[in-house]
């Protein structure tokens, strides 16, 4: 039982601890001088005149030259279309024009002779990629992630602000990390070692039950909100992953989930949630995204096509277990898998919007191609997998100039080996990566 009202307490202060906080989660992802300028190499950049709002500091951001990418067929995830002998354009940080070479044509001019130019003929160029459901903890993550394609990712909670910390790269550093919004701490029972990670965490040490009143959670989530989180993830369930736990058992209820939902107070939750129980009650509780979902009801399917959820299968991280030396988590995979695949079926009949998110942790990541390729599998078409990495993924981050090549979207760009629209495993083909305008992967 809770004997402290977090209720009645103001929103803790984010001023000067933050920074401490903020510093302290740079750190622990590794984040330096020296490892951003290794990480950059000898790629050539400039210094733009204006700064990134926020950081008080003197400096200005790193910019890239102009880039040319021609040759390759040009996708629109949204719509499906396909220009042949394409021609995308980058400059400051956008993408100035997309399209045939005469459309082009005014745009290329406008950068001639200080514009990088890659030639992607025999390829497709598609919009960055984007993961909704990564556990990026250090500059080493950021990297990997980056190489499998993924542009943008969404956090599913760090153990100290590191996704916080991420976060703010993108506009100093362009290339460094993936465009990143961060969830920060998990909203969990057990805080563990992350009750360190800031000071006004201390008075949920005195829970000898875990944080689970709902003034408790709503302390928790607000605490998160102020360090910087953008999303918030809770859960209903306990992890499938550790042959310990039972992924079944109900650690939140609908109650407890509708007061992080409260708090949150906009910024969207998304839920871990294995049982039929525990997804309904996420689902009934306003969650934005359902992550796993692997028992997911009929009924409760309904709900979030009615109510607009969407859900995030996280394919490879269950289909994966399959093949662990661990008997029990075998055994779950096997047993999973083809329930998760029939749930997959029956949100995309539902018209439940799917996107795509790996549960990658740390530097072993699954590329989001592969993700992509797995939910094809599981019923998606070709289009359906790829939009699942781009405009549904984009539309659940609340981002409408990320997923497409249009102009005055980011300048993200992927080019691979397939057309995308036809091979669903196109996605893993990855030749070249572009965030945030710059060249981080190039295989041509």
């Not at 103001?10 to 001088?33: H, K, M, Y």
């Not at 993961?131 to 990026?136: C, I, K, S």
């Not at 057990?190 to 302390?219: F, H, I, N």
């Not at 790829?386 to 981050?397: N, P």
Request: glycine letters at 10%; aromatic letters at 4%; a negative charge.
């Amino acid at each position: 039982m809770c004997l402290h009202d977090h209720t009645s307490a103001p929103t803790p202060g984010a001023r000067l601890p933050r920074r401490g906080i903020l510093a302290g989660a740079a750190a622990l992802a590794g984040i330096s001088v020296a490892s951003i300028a290794s990480q950059l190499g000898g790629a050539p950049a400039a210094h733009a005149g204006d700064r990134p709002s926020g950081p008080n500091y003197p400096g200005s951001p790193l910019t890239n030259p102009p880039l040319i990418i021609e040759g390759g067929t040009i996708v629109d995830p949204k719509t499906g279309d396909a220009v042949e002998d394409g021609v995308v354009v980058l400059d400051g940080g956008k993408v100035t024009a997309a399209g045939t070479r005469d459309e082009t044509r005014k745009a290329v001019a406008a950068v001639a002779g200080r514009a990088q130019v890659l030639n992607a003929s025999g390829r497709w160029v598609l919009p960055g990629l984007v993961d909704v459901h990564v556990h990026a903890n250090a500059l080493a993550d950021a990297r990997a992630i980056l190489q499998g394609g993924a542009t943008s990712v969404r956090s599913g909670s760090s153990s100290f602000y590191q996704d916080v910390a991420l976060a703010a790269l993108p506009g100093w550093a362009p290339g460094v990390s993936p465009r990143m919004t961060p969830a920060g701490l998990f909203i969990s029972p057990d805080l563990g070692d992350s009750l360190l990670a800031d000071p006004d965490l201390a008075p949920l040490a005195t829970l000898s039950g875990g944080v689970k009143e709902t003034s408790d959670l709503a302390y928790l989530t607000r605490v998160n909100l102020s360090r910087g989180a953008k999303v918030i993830k809770t859960r209903a369930n306990p992890r499938a992953g550790l042959p310990e736990q039972d992924p079944r058992e109900l650690v939140y209820n609908q109650e407890q989930l509708s007061a992080v939902v409260k708090a949150a107070n906009g910024a969207g939750v998304l839920c871990h949630a294995y049982s039929a129980e525990g997804i309904d009650g996420a689902v009934r509780a306003g969650v934005r995204s359902v992550e796993h979902g692997v028992f997911v009801s009929e009924n409760t399917i309904a709900e979030m096509a009615r109510r607009g959820t969407f859900f995030t299968p996280t394919m490879d991280a269950i289909t994966s277990m399959a093949t662990s030396t661990n008997p029990i988590l075998a055994a779950r995979g096997k047993e999973y898998t083809p329930i998760l695949q029939a749930a997959v079926r029956a949100a995309k009949e539902a018209g439940v919007t799917i996107v795509a998110g790996t549960d990658s942790f740390g530097t072993d990541v699954t590329p989001i191609g592969t993700e992509a390729r797995l939910l094809a599998e599981a019923g998606l078409s070709p289009l359906e997998a790829l939009q699942s990495a781009t405009v549904h993924a984009a539309r659940l981050l609340g981002q409408d100039d990320v997923g497409r090549l249009v102009r005055g979207s980011l300048a993200d760009v992927v080019v691979v080996d397939a057309d995308p629209l036809t091979d669903a495993s196109a996605l893993e083909k990855v030749r070249v990566v572009v965030a945030q305008g710059a060249v981080v992967r190039n295989e041509l």
